[in-house]
């Protein structure tokens, strides 16, 4: 079976350009989540949605990021502008919500901003 | 906010040694989950555990899920050079939450 699927794998962007990070995710999975990585910080959780609906963004940096899931098979994240200090691994993982699930991680996208 | 405090931070051991790294919260956990990241990949999970107590092993794996339920250990046996990678804990904080709590993780590193 397929995993979650992001693209771009690897992005550099220049500040100010509008980056769009997409991520399909594990089909039947109900719950989709986007994740940041950096050394800094490790891994924190931007935003997740529960059948297409944005649950939590309490993790959003700031109003130039946003997430949308159009349907139960695409979802995007988006940056605008970007700036430097966004340069980071960006994950999108996905589970089915049960009790005991589990959460299955993208390979991620590498994003540097110059 | 809740926190994972996961110990040691890195790890550099002779090929065939046994490892041992944990995980400890001040916050009570429903679910531990342990994942590995090998460089340019995401994290894949390694070992899910759901019950206070609960003892889980996957081949030379063993994780334990405190009884406490505060904490939980990774142990890895007869280490070989595929086991190099960070491993994070993370942890889920009541029944069907969805919101993980990660690890600072464990960066291993083996010598042959």
């Known amino acids: 079976d397929a995993g979650v699927i992001q693209s771009p794998r690897h992005e550099v962007t220049e500040m100010g350009q509008e980056v769009t990070l997409r991520c399909k995710p594990i089909?039947?999975?109900?719950?989709l989540f986007w994740y940041r990585q950096t050394m800094m910080r490790g891994l924190e959780l931007l935003i997740y949605f529960n059948n297409n609906v944005p649950i939590d963004d309490s993790g959003m940096p700031e109003d130039r990021f946003s997430a949308k899931m159009p349907n139960a098979s695409f979802s995007t994240l988006k940056i605008q502008p970007s700036e430097p200090r966004d340069s980071a691994v960006y994950f999108c993982?996905?589970?089915?919500?049960?009790?005991?699930?589990?959460?299955?991680f993208g390979e991620g996208s590498w994003l540097t901003v110059v | 906010g809740q926190q994972l405090n996961q110990s040691p931070q890195s790890m550099f051991i002779q090929e065939g040694e046994d490892v041992s790294m944990n995980c400890t919260s001040s916050s009570i956990f429903n679910t531990w989950l342990w994942y590995k990241q090998d460089p340019g990949e995401g994290p894949v999970l390694l070992i899910a555990?759901?019950?206070?107590?609960e003892l889980t092993s996957n081949g030379r794996l063993t994780a334990q899920f405190g009884i406490t339920r505060k904490d939980s250990f990774l142990n890895i046996s007869a280490s070989i050079p595929s086991d190099v990678g960070i491993y994070f804990c993370a942890g889920l904080l009541s029944e069907g939450a969805q919101k993980l709590v990660f690890g600072q993780g464990t960066r291993l590193t083996i010598n042959p």
């Open positions: 555990l759901y019950k206070a107590g």
């Open positions: 993982a996905s589970s089915l919500g049960s009790p005991g699930n589990t959460i299955y």
């Open positions: 089909s039947g999975h109900d719950y």
